[in-house]
């Protein structure tokens, strides 16, 4: 017999013996909720609240100013090089986006530019998150649009417009400003949520009502991008079935289309998903992702000016956008009582949207984000911003999140999300996926 099976028969042998008093449900109900409670006047609870000590306020400094605390704690040699790498291709990435996005919330594309350069620094001081992407997002500046254009249509009438160009221009001072002024209404709801410590409510954006609502925001920005792509003129939609409006009317005018347009617009699209393709082939050889999205921006205006698109073939183009930064402006508050339904919105969905990007990098990455702190964050970012012209900002999803799979026992949260946020509209479908989310929530808890 060999010292193994020695092992094993001692062990089967021995034994122990316990001894306790034995309960009864009540009693261990009883001791179980049992808690020692220590009284304490209310000379003593104001006392320790008003207590300033050193470490008190070192605290509370690392509360609303994160970088008090990881800036000290920086590695330089081990982490430069990589942030310079990230931080030019975030920041070669946003150009584009920038002025994209700023087409959707149907103010002049420089403003997206605007947008993404003043929130960034503000969110770099106040944020906790180390990774996400604030700027210009494409479900926030659809929102945006939609206001922009419910307040100051396309065909409204400006007083003194004397021709088509500077009607359009004075249309587009008009969204400007009603842009700016939902910005800063939405940075003051989140900074206040925030400091009344709604950071919680985060808990009930799960998952898959997250994946759900950014899938159908995806078609959302699609749907509205088809008329630049075919190159027709269609009226802008907002609202309840407006992704069924505006698809119906751009292929009511596809006999229409600007063939050039298509084509620069196709080669672009070969180019950027070839391009991924390669970077996600050779990710393991390439020091770097090579940046795509920017040299699809150079190859597209080499094109359009040596070619003259706009004068020879009518494609819109950009124009030229004005140089340096435009002076602090104060937003109009008059509209507030004309935009605050969709403030609430935007700043509830900005808040969703980052702080579930945000929570899955800092798990991945192993450290922690503040809801609360998010919140304040975005509201500093946001009305801040306002006073430069920008228009609200949330976090930048990549395109994987919406990609990604659900899982099996999810299904009734996403696909009511996905179903409430392409028809409903994008604010709507959000209220209806969280009532269901939470009906769902208390259905399998009384379960």
């Known amino acids: 017999m060999d010292h193994v099976e020695e092992s094993e028969i001692l062990a089967a042998a021995q034994r122990y013996y316990v001894e306790r008093p034995i309960f009864s449900h009540p009693v261990l109900q009883e001791r179980l909720h049992k808690k020692d409670k220590i009284s304490e006047s209310i000379g003593d609870k104001l006392k320790q609240a008003f207590t300033c000590t050193p470490k008190k306020i070192r605290n509370i400094i690392y509360m609303f100013l994160p970088i008090t605390k990881w800036l000290p704690a920086y590695r330089f040699k081990e982490y430069v090089l990589g942030d310079i790498v990230s931080g030019i291709s975030t920041g070669v990435l946003q150009l584009p986006q920038g002025l994209a996005f700023a087409m959707l919330a149907a103010v002049p594309p420089v403003f997206g530019l605007y947008s993404s350069f003043y929130p960034v620094i503000m969110y770099c001081f106040f944020g906790t998150s180390r990774h996400i992407s604030i700027g210009p997002f494409a479900v926030i500046s659809l929102m945006i649009g939609g206001v922009a254009v419910r307040l100051v249509p396309d065909d409204i009438v400006i007083p003194g417009g004397v021709n088509a160009t500077n009607s359009t221009e004075a249309r587009d001072a008009l969204r400007v400003k009603v842009a700016m ?80 347009s298509l084509g620069v617009g196709l080669m672009v699209f070969g180019l950027l998903l070839g391009g991924k393709e390669f970077n996600e082939r050779f990710k393991e050889k390439l020091p770097a992702p090579i940046p795509l999205e920017f040299f699809a921006v150079v190859m597209g205006t080499g094109i359009s ?107 009734t949260i996403w696909l009511t999300t996905f179903v409430s946020s392409l028809f409903l509209g994008l604010d709507y479908g959000l209220i209806t996926a969280v009532i269901i989310a939470l009906m769902t929530v208390i259905y399998r808890t009384q379960r």
Not at 205 to 233: D, I
Not at 335 to 364: E, P, Q, R, W
Request: proline share 3%; aromatic share 10%.
């Open 181 to 260: 002024s939902v910005t800063l209404l939405t940075g003051i709801i989140q900074f206040c949520l925030g400091v009344c410590r709604f950071g919680f409510v985060a808990i009930y954006l799960t998952e898959p009502l997250v994946r759900g609502f950014t899938t159908a925001a995806a078609v959302h920005v699609f749907t509205s991008m088809l008329k630049y792509l075919f190159g027709v003129k269609t009226k802008r939609y907002s609202g309840i079935f407006s992704v069924v409006y505006s698809t119906v009317a751009v292929l009511q005018n596809v006999k229409n289309l600007n063939v050039c």
């Open 305 to 411: 000016a040596g070619f003259s698109l706009h004068e020879s073939y009518n494609v819109d183009v950009v124009g030229t956008l004005p140089l340096g930064l435009l002076p602090p402006a104060n937003p109009d508050t008059s509209l507030f009582h004309l935009v605050y339904v969709d403030a609430i919105a935007i700043a509830i969905v900005g808040f969703s949207v980052t702080i579930s990007m945000a929570k899955t990098l800092a798990n991945k990455h192993g450290y922690q984000v503040d809801g609360n702190q998010e919140l304040i964050a975005l509201g500093l970012c946001n009305s801040t911003g306002s006073l430069f012209q920008t228009f609200a900002i949330s976090c930048s999803l990549s395109r994987s999140l919406v990609q990604e799979g659900t899982g099996g026992k999810t299904q």
